[in-house]
């Protein structure tokens, strides 16, 4: 039951879209791949990393 709350919490309902030039977006994506991970996670990770070091100086 604690799972059904977790994924529930972790609910990703938003988007971002950016516009970033085809060969940057190319080159992060195929990193990515050979870190056998997904270009969103990485991206979403980074997003919470800089939230967290930034809030306190809001």
Excluded: P, W, Y
């Excluded at 990703?12 to 970033?20: A, E, G, M, P, V």
């Excluded at 994506?29 to 930034?54: G, N, P």
Aim: hydrophobic share 30%; aromatic share 6%.
């Amino acid at each position: 039951m604690a799972d059904k709350k977790k994924t529930k919490k972790n609910k990703k309902d938003s988007q971002l879209i950016i516009r970033i030039n085809g060969n940057d977006r190319d080159e992060f994506v195929s990193l990515c791949d050979d870190l056998d991970t997904s270009a969103a996670r990485e991206i979403r990770r980074f997003i919470r990393s800089f939230v967290k070091d930034h809030k306190s100086n809001s």
